[in-house]
């Protein structure tokens, strides 16, 4: 099966794409068990070597907030220089000290586009969470760090239902200039369809924003990772973010399940043709070694079908 998919380009999509691999930090955030620390730093390398340009190690959050990323600084410095590449998340100032400290070259924050979930997952107002990441993004800005900033809840919130899309274009832009170099629009609860991807993509470009300054970032909750990942190259997304074998969630929203499976998104993208540099065999053999570290099996429908058949 080495020669599946069968490749058919399409017009008028991206002829390249960047897969912003999110798995061991999105990915084992949300997980109950802890994970030992050695695992995560493989599963990190075994990413990288499979060709992921870009891999998220982790998350310098208060360890009683997200328990299972405290081994933070102990996963940087046994990646050692290669570490120093991967982002990681800065919830705030301290947050930003620590990665300093460990000579990251790439950090990220994290905000709302609704004010329930601002007060749940930063504490602060929907206004708020602006002044509090503003001195956050200039130090790292100054340090000569790249910024990237997430966006969630930009489909719909478990608590407010809808989110207008104006709202979400104002905070985005709010936050992106704040000083990052790219949005990740955040479907954190799954419920976006390939409609909306394609009407919220264009109300950022309508608000001045180009489509490469923009990323997606797709949750599978209702089976619409993967129409609404095409609806976003079909609207000249270039970036994706996509978690190794479909783990992930969000500990802050109990509806938000699996993000979009890498394997699954690479394997979209080989049949049409779009270059992503990912070697797939490779990526799945880490997914279906994660699974059996966690002690179940992949959500990644890829991951289920190669794993289990003749290559």
């Not at 924050?109 to 997952?121: P, V």
């Not at 129409?227 to 976003?232: D, G, K, W």
């Amino acid at each position: 099966m080495s020669d599946l998919p069968t490749t058919v380009p399409a017009a008028g999509l991206p002829e390249r794409v960047t897969i912003y691999e999110v798995g061991p930090r999105d990915g084992l955030q949300n997980e109950q068990a802890l994970v030992p620390t050695a695992v995560k730093a493989e599963f990190v390398q075994r990413l990288l070597a499979a060709g992921l340009p870009v891999v998220e190690a982790t998350s310098f959050v208060h360890p009683r907030w997200v328990p299972q990323l405290a081994d933070a600084a102990e996963l940087m410095e046994l990646l050692g220089e290669a570490g120093r590449d991967c982002p990681v998340l800065v919830p705030n100032e301290r947050g930003l000290d620590r990665a300093l400290e460990l000579g990251c070259r790439h950090v990220a924050i994290f905000g709302s586009a609704t004010e329930t979930f601002a007060q749940k997952n930063l504490n602060r107002s929907l206004d708020e969470q602006f002044a509090m990441f503003e001195p956050t993004v200039r130090r790292a800005r100054d340090a000569g760090l790249d910024v990237r900033a997430y966006v969630s809840m930009c489909f719909g919130d478990p608590w407010e239902g809808g989110v207008p899309v104006a709202q979400v274009v104002e905070v985005g832009k709010r936050l992106f200039d704040l000083g990052a170099s790219q949005l990740s629009l955040g479907d954190t609860i799954g419920v976006g369809t390939a409609g909306h991807v394609t009407s919220l993509v264009r109300a950022f470009v309508d608000a001045g924003m180009s489509t490469d300054q923009l990323a997606m970032h797709f949750h599978d909750t209702y089976g619409q990772a993967l129409a609404n990942a095409y609806a976003a190259l079909q609207a000249g997304i270039t970036t994706y973010d996509a978690s190794a074998g479909g783990l992930g969630g969000c500990p802050y929203a109990k509806s938000a399940t699996g993000n979009l499976a890498t394997e699954d998104l690479v394997w979209m993208l080989t049949g049409l043709g779009i270059e992503h540099g990912v070697d797939l065999g490779q990526v799945v053999a880490t997914s279906a070694w994660m699974a059996e570290q966690l002690g179940r099996p992949s959500p990644s429908a890829v991951v289920r079908a190669l794993a289990q058949s003749p290559t």
